[in-house]
Each structure stands twice: as C-alpha cells, then as structure tokens.
Nanobody, 115 residues
Framework: QVQLVESGGGLVQPGGSLALSCTVSGSIRGINTMGWYRQAPGKERELVATVTSNGSTNYADSVKGRFTISGDIAKSTVYLQMTSLKPEDTAVYYC?????????WGQGTQVTVSA
C-alpha cells in the first residue's frame, strides 16, 4: 500500500519561507498529476498546487506567485516551496494524487504563520 509522508512544516513569521516535501513510498512514475492540498481549522481541504508528469504546474489564485511546486520522479518526492507566507496560509498541508482514486491521506505537516 502506498504511503504519503509530508514534512518540512513549522512556525514561521509573516513574510517568511518554508519548503515542504512529500515522499511517496511507491513510484510516482505513471501518476499523471500530483498536488499539494491544505486544510485550515474549520475549513474544507483545498487544492493549492499541482504538477503533472511532464512538469506543468498550476496554482490556486491565493498562492500564485508565492508557492512553487515541483516533483522528482526518481526520488518519488513532490516539493512545495513557499515564500512570502501570510497568516492565512496557516493550515495542515498534504500531498496526494489529483485524479481518482487517490491514495490514503498521510498525516500532513503543520504550517503556522504567525508573528
């Protein structure tokens, strides 16, 4: 069974940066699109960034220009570089496939943006 392990979260001040990683226990070769999602307290999980197998990326308007998603097929890892962080970016961040069927969700990594 494929497992997703997210890491790299933490506490950062507004305007700061963080780099998240998501390691997939199996190969991501053949997966069309991977994405980073986030879920803030009391809110539904939302998709914030996607990367396709050929490297094409897409972003939610709320993070466009500040977040960068990338994938390393050889390492079965997906990355999310986050800059100019805002308090509203505070959430638990998860990675997963975009298309169904998705993998079982990992535990996510907490990102807290606060002064």
């Amino acid at each position: 069974q494929v497992q997703l392990v997210e890491s790299g979260g933490g506490l950062v001040q507004p305007g700061g940066s963080l780099a998240l990683s998501c390691t997939v226990s199996g190969s991501i070769r053949g997966i069309n699109t991977m994405g980073w999602y986030r879920q803030a307290p009391g809110k539904e999980r939302e998709l914030v960034a996607t990367v396709t197998s050929n490297g094409s990326t897409n972003y939610a308007d709320s993070v466009k220009g500040r977040f960068t998603i990338s994938g390393d097929i050889a390492k079965s890892t997906v990355y999310l570089q986050m800059t100019s962080l805002k308090p509203e970016d505070t959430a638990v961040y998860y990675c997963n496939k975009v298309l169904w069927p998705r993998f079982a969700w990992g535990q996510g990594t907490q990102v807290t943006v606060s002064a």
